[in-house]
């Protein structure tokens, strides 16, 4: 399932990242790795708030639909 129909509260493992090579590293680059944990905790319209490594994170709609936990 994409990160953007996951629940708030729920925590996710990732299990594969898609699109172009540049888009896999720049999500690499803030922590979205294939067997991280994600946890989302806010949606705003599309974009989503998610809790990675420690941190929070804002991605768009269009990322999180790229991230299948």
Known sequence: ???SLA???EEHVIRKIGGPREVKKHLENLGFVVGGRVTVVT????NVIVHVKECRV???GEMARRILV
């Open 1 to 3: 399932m994409p990160l």
């Open 7 to 9: 629940q708030p509260g």
């Open 43 to 46: 949606t705003l319209g599309e």
């Open 58 to 60: 804002a991605i768009s």
